[in-house]
């Protein structure tokens, strides 16, 4: 019976997560804040080390983790699809935008969301900063973008059930994953200095607002 109504508890609190999340898309402050850092979002993408063609060291994901953090999975889905398309449209490389790549920033987004929506300055934020920066870069960046990018981009003719085409694949893989893998460390200590610094400052502007307009 407990693990019953445990299961309603958890179903009914992702429910009002992204209820909540939604609802503050109406909301100018939501609007602004998200406006602001999806611009540093641009920035950061814009500034992206380019080590290969297909391979690039960006930290754009800084604030849109923020975003997560203070308005949820519904904003952060937004804000992570507005960098990604606005980001492409100052990019370069000549290359068609992609419904799959777009989806897979979405998704990310989503994963972001969930995990660090209202998290505080406590070990559950950082839990949560390392678990979900960890899913997006092993699912979405290794996994999935790199099996999109191939296939769009360097190989059409690649399926994943054609053997024979594992090998060169693995072989165009390969700096995608030691890069993504390598600067994970790197990418939490980021999270973890930012994240309670962005929380601080949001919580002491928004009180600060509120004495003001009393």
Sequence with gaps: MSLTNNKIKKES???EMFRCSAKSLSELRTLLTSGLLVAMAIALRSAAFQITPDVRVSLQFLPICVIAMLYGPVVCMVASFATDLIGFLFDASGRFY??????????SGLIYGVFLYRKKNDGKLFFSALT???IVVI????CLNSYFIYTLFVNKNFSLLDFSGYKAFLIWVTPRIVVNIGKLPFDFALLCLILPLANAAY???R????IVRK
């Design 132 to 134: 979900s920066r960890t």
């Design 13 to 15: 609190g992702l429910a």
């Design 203 to 205: 919580e002491r502007i």
């Design 207 to 210: 009180k600060e607002f509120a």
């Design 98 to 107: 992609s419904p799959q790549l777009a989806s897979v920033v979405i998704l």
């Design 139 to 142: 699912l979405c960046n290794i």
